[in-house]
């Protein structure tokens, strides 16, 4: 079940709704072709593009109304005593020395420096307090972290 921030739910929907719009689009485009061409099946290449990207679209509008359907909307939690999904955290990777800021963010996410929480290393960071590590595989690479400040 992915659960979802009430803002991310509702920029996953501005996201399908633009989907919708391209799709209309790319039935014009497949209408224009057809007319634009004796050939409709065979060495048409505008059509032929169209016509994939309608399916591409279709697919995707099917998959993001997938996650829609099934998104429960959480809350922030109130307290910042653990990671958990909406909060921010500053991270130290104990590799590096580096530190970083991300935001744990919902099952999708659209913005810069957002984690999903089912992302591996947004997954490493949820329920961890401040100075504990977050040790785990990311990508191909055991990485570990060690949690800096949560808001």
Same mark, same amino acid.
């Given at each position: ?6 803002? /991310? ?10 989907? #919708? #719009? ?11 072709? #057809? ?27 099917? /998959? ?22 909406? !909060? $921010? ?17 919902? !099952?999708?996410?659209? $913005?810069?420096? $957002? ?24 990508? $191909? ?11």
């Amino acid at each position: 079940m992915p659960y979802f921030l009430e803002d /991310d739910l509702k920029i996953l929907e501005s996201y399908i709704e633009e989907t #919708v #719009v391209k799709l209309q689009e790319t039935g014009a485009e497949l209408r224009n072709a #057809v007319t634009q061409s004796s050939e409709t099946w065979h060495d048409n290449f505008p059509f032929e593009n169209a016509q994939q990207q309608a399916r591409l679209l279709e697919q995707r509008l099917q /998959d993001l109304e997938h996650i829609r359907r099934n998104a429960t909307i959480i809350a922030i939690p109130q307290t910042n005593a653990a990671v958990a999904i909406g !909060h $921010t955290v500053t991270a130290r990777d104990s590799e590096t020395g580096e530190e970083k800021t991300f935001r744990i963010g919902s !099952h999708v996410t659209f $913005t810069e420096n $957002t984690l999903s929480y089912a992302s591996p290393l947004g997954a490493l960071f949820l329920d961890k307090t401040v100075g504990q590590h977050a040790k785990g595989i990311v990508g $191909t690479k055991e990485r570990e972290f060690e949690i800096l400040e949560i808001a």
